[in-house]
C-alpha cells in the first residue's frame, strides 16, 4: 500500500476500482489514515495546547504527543486574537449580552453588536448595504446559491475557494472555470456568452488561499467598459490588510465601485468568526430572502461580534500593524528568494513551498516539525496532484528570530531533500478543485455552447 498518498485521491481510486459499499469504502480509509498515523506521516491531527500565536506547543501531530513550534498555518495575519484590548472587549460583551445568539438573524438573534458591524463595514468599503453571515463559508454559499438566475451563466476562476464552488454548485446554473488570473481567458469567455444569457456573474478572489497571489482586478474591471457582466470577488485574504483602514484590495487599487459583490471572511484579519456580502441596497432582499445560509443558521455569538468590532478599531487606530506585517512579508519573501526557493507568484502573506513529490513533501513536513516549524502540507484535492506545498502564513506576531530560524531550517532541508528547483512547480493546467468538477467542466461548457 502507498501510505503517502492524499486520503482524498486514495478515495478516488477506491471508487474507480468499483468500491461503492459505504461501510465497505470508510473502514478502508480508516485504516489507510491509521496507517499514515502509525507511520508519522500525518499532520492533519495536530492541535494547539492553549490557542494560536507565533508559537505553540502543538499536541498529536506526526504521531508526536507534545512539540513547540514556530506556528506557520494559521490566518490571523494581525494576532489581534492575542491582543488584550480586544480580549477584554470580548469578554466584556459576553458579560452583557451572554454567550450566543440562538438563533438566526431573522428569527431574532441579531443584536445592536450584529448591526453595527453592517454599519462599520459599509462606511469602510463604500457600500449602501452589508448583511453578515455566520462564517465566510456560508456567505460565499448562500450568495452564489441565490445570485444567479435561470438564464444566467458564472464564469469564475479555477481556483475559488470550495466555499465559491459549493456555492455555485449549489446554484443550479451554467458554470464555467476560466485559467487562474487570465484576463485574457476571461475576456474570450466573457465575448463568447455575451448574448446567449441573460447574465454573466464574474467570480473571483483578491487573493488566492493556497498560492498567495494576488488578482488582476483592475484589468478585469476594465472589462466592464466593453462587455456587460456582474463582479464577485472574495476578500478573505485582503479585508483588514490592505485599503485605507483595512478596507481591502479593491479598495486600495480604487475598483471597488466597480465590483458588484464584495465578500469575505472575518476569521483571519480581524480574529473573529462570521462573514459579509457588501452591496448595493436593492440586492439585499434577494440574498435575505434567498440564501438558507442566512435563513436557517443562528448569528456569530455576542463575543465573537464584539471582537470584530475590537479588530476594526484596532486597524484603524493603529495602522503600524499592518505596516509592519507587509515589511515582515518582504524580509523573508527576499531571504527565501535569495536562497533559490521558488514562490511561484506569490504576494500575499501567503507563502508557498512548492514540493511535487507527496511523498518527499511529507517527509519533509515531518521533518520540519522536528526542528519546531510547524504548517500542515497541502495536498490534493485541495491543490493540482503535482503542486503540493508547504504554506507558510505570515502574521505581525512572528518575530524576525523566528523568521530568520524558519528560513534557515527551510534551507537546510531544502538542500537535503534536492527541492530548490523551479522544477517543483506543476504546469499542469488540470483544474485544482474536486472530482465531480473535473469530470463535468468539459461538459458544462459544451452545454453552456449549445444551449443558446
Known amino acids: ?217 483592475k484589468e478585469i474591471c476594465a472589462l466592464k467598459s466593453k462587455y456587460r457582466f456582474y463582479m464577485y470577488v472574495d476578500e478573505a485574504h485582503t479585508f483588514g490588510i490592505y485599503g485605507k483602514d483595512g478596507a481591502g484590495y479593491c479598495a486600495e487599487l480604487g475598483v471597488s465601485s466597480d465590483v458588484d459583490f464584495i465578500v469575505s471572511t472575518l476569521s483571519k484579519a480581524t480574529a473573529s468568526i462570521g462573514g459579509f456580502v457588501a452591496t448595493q441596497a436593492k440586492y439585499i432582499p434577494l440574498i435575505m430572502w434567498g440564501a438558507n445560509s442566512y435563513i436557517f443558521q443562528a448569528c456569530l455569538s455576542p463575543g465573537d461580534a464584539a471582537t470584530i468590532l475590537a479588530s476594526l478599531d484596532e486597524i484603524k487606530n493603529n495602522p503600524d500593524l499592518v505596516k509592519s506585517l507587509h515589511e515582515k512579508n518582504k524580509y523573508m519573501r527576499d531571504r527565501l528568494t535569495r536562497m533559490g526557493f521558488d514562490l511561484g507568484k506569490s504576494q500575499s502573506p501567503i507563502i508557498p513551498i512548492y514540493i511535487s513529490d507527496v511523498q518527499t513533501l511529507m517527509t519533509f513536513n515531518r521533518e520540519l516539525f522536528s526542528r519546531g516549524i510547524f504548517s500542515v502540507s497541502v495536498v490534493y484535492p485541495a491543490v493540482k496532484p503535482k503542486e503540493g506545498r508547504i504554506r507558510l502564513i505570515l502574521n505581525t506576531s512572528h518575530t524576525k528570530t523566528q523568521i530568520d530560524k524558519t528560513v534557515e531550517i527551510l534551507s537546510e532541508l531544502a538542500e537535503k531533500y534536492n527541492i530548490i528547483s523551479k522544477q517543483n512547480v506543476s504546469t499542469d493546467a488540470q483544474p485544482t478543485f474536486n472530482d465531480y468538477l473535473l469530470a463535468l467542466t468539459a461538459k458544462q461548457e459544451e452545454l453552456a455552447s449549445a444551449e443558446k
Not at 66 to 75: G, P, R, S
Not at 177 to 205: C, Q, R
Open 1 to 217: 500500500m502507498d501510505t503517502f498518498k492524499p486520503i482524498k485521491q486514495y478515495y478516488a481510486e477506491l471508487q474507480n476500482q468499483g468500491l461503492t459499499d459505504l461501510a465497505a469504502i470508510s473502514e478502508k480509509l480508516y485504516d489507510y489514515q491509521k496507517k499514515q498515523q502509525e507511520l508519522g506521516l500525518f499532520s492533519q491531527n495536530g492541535f494547539t495546547k492553549k490557542g494560536s500565536d507565533s508559537a505553540a506547543t502543538i499536541i498529536g501531530a506526526f504521531n508526536v504527543p507534545e512539540q513547540d513550534c514556530i506556528l506557520w498555518c494559521i490566518n490571523h495575519y494581525l494576532g489581534l486574537n492575542r491582543s488584550q484590548s480586544v480580549i477584554d472587549k470580548s469578554c466584556a460583551a459576553i458579560r452583557q449580552y451572554g454567550t450566543g445568539a440562538g438563533t438566526s438573524a431573522m428569527s431574532g438573534g441579531m443584536s445592536s453588536l450584529h448591526k453595527e458591524i453592517e454599519s462599520r463595514i459599509g462606511k469602510l468599503m463604500d457600500k449602501e448595504a452589508v448583511l453578515l453571515f455566520p462564517t465566510g463559508y456560508t456567505a460565499n454559499l448562500g450568495c452564489l446559491s441565490i445570485l444567479p438566475g435561470k438564464n444566467d451563466i458564472i464564469l469564475f476562476d479555477r481556483e475559488c475557494h470550495a466555499s465559491m464552488i459549493d456555492g455555485i454548485k449549489l446554484s443550479g446554473k451554467k458554470w464555467i472555470p476560466f485559467d487562474h488570473n487570465s484576463v485574457e481567458d476571461l475576456e474570450d469567455k466573457i465575448a463568447k456568452f455575451t448574448g446567449k444569457y441573460e447574465n454573466i456573474l464574474v467570480v473571483l478572489e483578491s487573493a488566492y488561499s493556497m498560492s498567495g497571489d494576488l488578482a488582476p482586478l
